[in-house]
């Protein structure tokens, strides 16, 4: 019970507050020992291998650090285990995304309807790409995308390592993602030292973006059920196509994995993604993910968030549903 009770504490606060902007924030301290170790270790000879031990030896420090902290709270006498629920309910806080990713997003579909130089500023906060002449069609899907792809980054993702293994996995879940971030890129000045980042994220978000994907697609499907024969032969029909979609276009992407939510959402709203961008000042070609290149509107943005809302609270209710099953076993055995 107090790890359910943590989950929806902490899912709670985000969902009420996103990120604490004025509060101290572990990812930006990730951040700055990150760009500490860079700035040290990417130079020289045997980048690839300093690389590697920095990745290896920041996500092992966190995941113990939590450990040991968790450790030492739940074992003091009278409070110590409702201090210990409090800190797990924090880091759950601190580490999902959901709610500012949505703020984020919307924030970009209200600057573009002012103009389109404040749509390229605002979705710059959350790409990494040159935003600096995305026509107003680039923008719209630049954010649409990213609201994808973060679903499994930001949400579903640190959900699934919550489950796996606890707080500090989903802590250490969130070192995997920063660095990937920050130095996994194939440009000339990462392409050695973050490419052990970038296999490690590759690894840590193989399920997590998949399990994303058929959450949206399902999730979608669900909720525009009608509890009639025809409504659920219906969706069966969707569901089929939606998946075969998903097989097609889940592969088209530089990364193995963010292709699979990206389409998914290009299937649900029917339009495409993808294409060419520029990273860093170096174009990087890119397949397109589906068919449809319409023009997209803040009905699909809306639309988009409502899947994206479905998906998270599914994976929430999968997670109790799965611990209380563990319990029920643990107590059977």
Known sequence: ????????????????????????????????????????????????????????????????????????????????????????????????????????????????????????????????????????????TAALETLAENLSDGVIAPLFWLALLGTPGMLAYKMVNTLDSMIGYKTERYRDFGCWAAHIDDIANYIPARLTALLMIIGFEIGGLRFEISSIAKVTSNLKSQISNLKRFGRNHASPNSGYPEAALAGILDCRFGGPHYYFGQLFPKPFIGDNDRPLTTADMKKAVWVNRLAEIMMVILIIICTFAASFLTISI
């Not at 301290?29 to 760009?35: D, T, Y």
């Not at 500490?36 to 113990?64: S, T």
């Not at 409070?79 to 995304?97: K, T």
């Not at 949505?102 to 906060?125: H, M, P």
Request: aromatic share 8%; proline share 3%.
């Open 1 to 140: 019970m107090t790890n359910i009770i943590s989950l929806l504490l902490g899912w709670t606060l985000d969902l009420l507050f996103g990120d604490p902007a004025r509060l101290p924030h572990p990812i930006v301290w990730f951040g700055k020992a990150i760009a500490w170790g860079e700035y040290r270790l990417n130079k020289g000879l045997h980048r690839k291998v300093k690389g590697a031990a920095m990745a290896i030896a920041l996500i092992l420090g966190v995941f113990a650090a939590t450990c040991l902290l968790r450790h030492f709270l739940y074992k003091l006498p009278s409070l110590g285990e409702g201090m210990g629920v409090g800190l797990d309910a924090l880091i759950i806080f601190y580490c999902l995304a959901g709610t500012t990713l949505i703020r984020e997003v919307r924030a970009v579909f209200l600057a573009l309807d002012r103009s389109l130089d404040e749509g390229r500023k605002q979705v710059a906060r959350i790409v990494g790409r040159d935003t600096s002449e995305l026509s107003a069609q680039e923008v719209r």
